[in-house]
């Protein structure tokens, strides 16, 4: 079985050597932290992190130093995509007790407080160049969650198991192969 880190590089790809997150702490505020060695609640700056960013770069637990945001993998995402720059964290998720398959492993758009990103177009960008694949998309605006890929026709097709109508049918046979089997046990 996969770890999370290599389900990580098989969905996103490998970690991008020319993209770093050089002032970007989002994910030492936003993200809920929760391993053996280090715990945090989401929406609660680090205890760690400084006006200079992280206080305890060089010793900082396993966790952050194995987790790297969408921007860091995605090479198709632009450089204003990076969280402090776009108002938006992607991010890789692992949900321990999904309520559905689109659930379970997913890829999580986050809008910061703040962000312009709804306005100017960035999450539009950004949503474009992450619905291409077999891979559920939420959209959180901070007050709600919304599946975004796939759409809502074919994603209760798949958790129906519902016959497809013709024009869907070799798209909702894909969702249902990769998750159908988590479809059934939902």
Known sequence: MHSETDLETVLLGPVLADRACGDCVACCTV??????DFKKPAGTPCTHLTSRGCGIHAVRPHICRTWFCVWR?????????????????????FEREPRNCFEGVSINVRVLAGS????????????????DQLVPV??????????MHPDNEVAGLVLSEEPAPPHL?????????????????G
């Open 31 to 36: 993200l809920t932290v929760d391993t053996p």
């Open 73 to 93: 993998r995605v090479a198709n995402l632009p450089d204003e995509a990076r969280p402090d720059r776009s108002g938006l964290l992607v991010s890789l998720n």
């Open 116 to 131: 312009q990103a709804i306005e100017n177009g960035m999450a539009a960008t950004i949503l474009d160049s992450l619905c």
């Open 138 to 147: 939420w959209f959180s605006d901070g007050s709600k969650k919304m599946l």
């Open 169 to 185: 049918r070799d798209e909702v046979a894909a969702w249902r192969e990769r998750y159908g089997l988590f479809a059934a046990n």
